[in-house]
Structure formats: C-alpha cells, structure tokens
T-cell receptor, first 114, second 116 residues
Framework: NAGVMQNPRHLVRRRGQEARLRCSPMKGHSHVYWYRQLPEEGLKFMVYLQKENIIDESGMPKERFSAEFPKEGPSILRIQQVVRGDSAAYFC????????????FGEGSWLTVV | AQTVTQSQPEMSVQEAETVTLSCTYDTSENNYYLFWYKQPPSRQMILVIRQEAYKQQNATENRFSVNFQKAAKSFSLKISDSQLGDTAMYFCAFTTWETSGSRLTFGEGTQLTVNP
C-alpha cells in the first residue's frame, strides 16, 4: 500500500480558504477512492472515481467538496471555503479493478482548519 | 444498507499472548468481502487480512487469523503471539460484490494495546 501516494501529508488552511489534496494511485490501478476520518472516528467513504469519471459520490457533502481524476495526473479532492469541521484525515485508496478487489490506502493527508 | 459493528472500543493484551477482536456485520448480500485493517500511531491504514464470503476456509496471514461465521455474520480477528508493534487501532471493513465499485464500510474500530 506504500504505492498510493498522497500529498501534502499535512495542510493547514484558514477558514474560507481552499484545500487541494492530491492522490496518485498504485501503478496499474485505475480505480480511486477517497475516505474521510474525523477525529476519534472510523473512515467514511466519500467518492469513487475512475479515469475522467465519477462513479459514486454518494458520500460527498453536497456543497464545497469536489473530486476529479483526470486522464493525466493525480486525483484531486478539492474543498472550497473550508470550515473547522473539515479538519480531518483524508485517505486516498486505489484498486486495480472493481468488484471486491482489495483496496490499498495511502498514508493520508491531514487537514487542519484554523 | 450494510453496517459493521465493533463492540470493543479498547482492548489490551500482554506481549506473546493471544487476543481476539470482534466484528459483526449486517447485509442481505450473499457475495461480499471482509477485511481487517490496522492503523498504528503513524495513522497509515495497513491491510491485515482479507476473507471472501464464498470461501468456507478461514483466512490466515502469519500470526493473524480470522474466525468467519457467515450464518452468524461474525468476523473476528485473532492475533497470536502478540508483539508490541501490534499496538494499533484495528478496523473491520466490508464490501459487496459490485460491478460499479468496491466502497468499504468500516466499523468504529478497536484500540488494541500490547503491554510488555
């Protein structure tokens, strides 16, 4: 799972700013997932993407949050106008295919909103 | 909707002893996968073990093994010969066989402390 690369590892933003988190999946993996872990809680699914497509965004907050996985480059999770409640660890994961394959996680990006 | 329940928020064990972490889940699906992930103080999510629901044989990975009881919807993790490095938060996770993706549903976690 060390192959899923996330950056930055730590990000501090003031309320109202934008946060951009990047994720490069493991080599050969075309499926990317974003999860959020609030303090003292388990991981919660946010969004599932394949190249240039959002497959399932049922876990994404309706406003301020967006995700993309372009044909070239990393997947990006964007949070606009951040609030203190957005402070959390954001994990990216990838898998080679869908349908029950093991999902491997990156090391996470820790967002702190001050 | 699928749910995963870990009823033990915290557990502790002495080094070299055996400990079992509990996990139950609820689903109406017949084909699914179960996982245990470990999150040490570094906060990285590390896959410990995986079980396919169609397999009757319990999965084993070195000192880690599971007791998968499909009828009871139970999926416990046994750690043998516990080591200090096993100290971590352990999450049970579930995913169904879906052609559109493999989103995981996690339990709330069990904090395991291995004492010297």
């Amino acid at each position: 799972n060390a192959g899923v690369m996330q950056n930055p590892r730590h990000l501090v933003r003031r309320r109202g700013q934008e946060a951009r988190l990047r994720c490069s999946p493991m080599k050969g993996h075309s499926h990317v997932y974003w999860y959020r872990q609030l303090p003292e809680e388990g991981l919660k699914f946010m969004v599932y993407l394949q190249k240039e497509n959002i497959i399932d965004e049922s876990g994404m907050p309706k406003e301020r949050f967006s995700a993309e996985f372009p044909k070239e480059g990393p997947s990006i999770l964007r949070i606009q106008q951040v609030v203190r409640g957005d402070s959390a660890a954001y994990f990216c994961a990838s898998s080679p295919r869908s349908a029950g394959n093991t999902i491997y996680f990156g090391e996470g990006s820790w967002l702190t909103v001050v | 909707a699928q749910t995963v329940t870990q009823s033990q928020p915290e557990m502790s064990v002495q080094e070299a002893e055996t400990v079992t972490l509990s996990c139950t889940y609820d689903t109406s699906e017949n084909n699914y996968y179960l996982f245990w992930y470990k999150q040490p103080p570094s906060r990285q999510m590390i896959l410990v073990i995986r079980q396919e629901a169609y397999k009757q044989q319990n999965a084993t990975e070195n000192r880690f093994s599971v007791n998968f009881q499909k009828a009871a919807k139970s999926f416990s993790l046994k750690i043998s010969d516990s080591q200090l490095g096993d100290t971590a938060m352990y999450f049970c996770a579930f995913t169904t066989w879906e052609t559109s993706g493999s989103r995981l549903t996690f339990g709330e976690g069990t904090q395991l402390t291995v004492n010297p």
